[in-house]
Every structure is written in C-alpha cells, then in structure tokens.
Antibody, heavy 123, light 108 residues
C-alpha cells in the first residue's frame, strides 16, 4: 500500500525556518517524481515545488522561489522541503504528492497524497 | 502561467442528481487535465487524469470529457459520499502546475 506521511509542521514566527519531511513507503520511491502542494485555511490548492526522481530537475512556484528548497534522499525514501524566510501567507497545510506515472511516462498529476502537515506562521 | 477557471464555485444538489462541473483553461492544454475530489480535513483524491481516464477504484458514475480549453466533470447519479469540493488541474505546461479554484457540491 502506498503511504506518504508528512511531518515537521508547526508554529513559527515570521522570518523563521522550518523543514518538512515526507516518508514514503509501499512503492519504489526512487522511480517517481514528487511534489509539495499546499492549501491555506479555507482556500484552494496551490502547487509549491517539484523534484524529479533523480533530483536532476527541480521547479518552484514563484511565490516560494528563493526561500524554499526541495530535496530528496532516495536511500531513505524521503522527501523534504526546507522553508526559510517564512511569511504569514505561507500558512497552510502542506501535502507531499506523488507524480502520476503510466506505461507511457510520468505526468504532472498527483495520484497519491499524504495527510498533510500544518504550518502556521504567526508572531 | 496557465489559468484554470472552474464554474460554478459552489452549488446545491440532491442525491440521485446528475451534476456537471466545468473547467476552462486560459490556453489550450490538449488533454493534460486531472480532476480531484477533496472532503473536509482530508487530502485530495485523484479521480480522473488525461481529461477522461478514470483512476483505478473510482466509481463509474464519475466521468470526464473535453480537450483544448474546455473540460467537464460529470457525476451521473450523485451519492451521499460525493458531497465534496472538486478541483481541476492542468499539467500541460509547467512550472507552474495550476489548479482551478474549486467547486463545492453541497446537499440541497
């Protein structure tokens, strides 16, 4: 069974840092691209960042570029999001999500999601 | 960035109803569209990818159609467990990957 379990969320002051982790199991983690997607309270979904299976390709949303860093450790089946210079508008539930892959390739849709971890940026 | 616009943003329906949600892309995205269902306090669930392909395990009352800029999600016979918020998402051109604003389906 595919499982994604996020951790590391919490309350942090504006300007602070936080590192999120996502532990993956039930599939060959090293074969899949992964993403972070967030959802502010009562709002819609916002894609945050993408990392390819080998970490060779990384993308960020403009809203987090230069402040957040995505990484992965395939030996530990883990995905990370280092968040620096946090702002109030970064307050959200952060989900890790696996890229959908078929026999024809992998795509930018998300077939498995974690339960999410809440990040609250407030003084 | 490709902008995704869903309509309506919310509506009320009864069990057994046939409901349709619309998603429009600001430019052509071929069939690179996914639909998700999200219930309160839960992670989104993939329903449909490539505009019309049902994800494994998703009931056949869900269907998707469209190509280019206009897409629809149809629930043929609404069940109690279908009351939720639905999102479309394009994966034709990224970054960024973009979602629609969501459509909340409420009980009438």
């Amino acid at each position: 069974e595919v499982q994604l379990v996020e951790s590391g969320g919490g309350l942090v002051q504006p300007g602070g840092s936080l590192r999120l982790s996502c532990a993956a199991s039930g599939f060959t983690f090293s074969s899949y691209s992964m993403n972070w997607v967030r959802q502010a309270p009562g709002k819609g979904l916002e894609w945050v960042s993408y990392i390819s299976s080998s970490s060779s390709t990384i993308y960020y949303a403009d809203s987090v570029k230069g402040r957040f860093t995505i990484s992965r450790d395939n030996a530990k089946n883990s995905l990370y999001l280092q968040m620096n210079s946090l702002r109030a508008e970064d307050t959200a539930v952060y989900y890790c999500a696996r890229a959908y892959c078929s026999s024809t390739g992998c795509y930018g849709a998300f077939d498995y999601w974690g339960q999410g971890t809440l990040v609250t940026v407030s003084s | 960035a490709i902008r995704m616009t869903q309509s309506p943003s919310s509506f009320s329906a009864s069990t057994g109803d046939r409901v349709t949600i619309t998603c429009r892309a600001s430019q052509g995205i071929s069939s690179y569209l996914a639909w998700y269902q999200q219930k309160p306090g839960k992670a989104p669930k993939l329903l449909i990818y490539a505009a019309s392909t049902l994800q494994s395990g998703v009931p056949s009352r869900f269907s998707g159609s469209g190509s280019g800029t206009d897409f629809t999600l149809t629930i043929s016979c609404l069940q109690s467990e279908d009351f939720a918020t639905y999102y479309c998402q394009q994966f034709y051109s990224y970054p960024p990957l973009t979602f629609g604003g969501g459509t909340k389906v409420e009980i009438k």
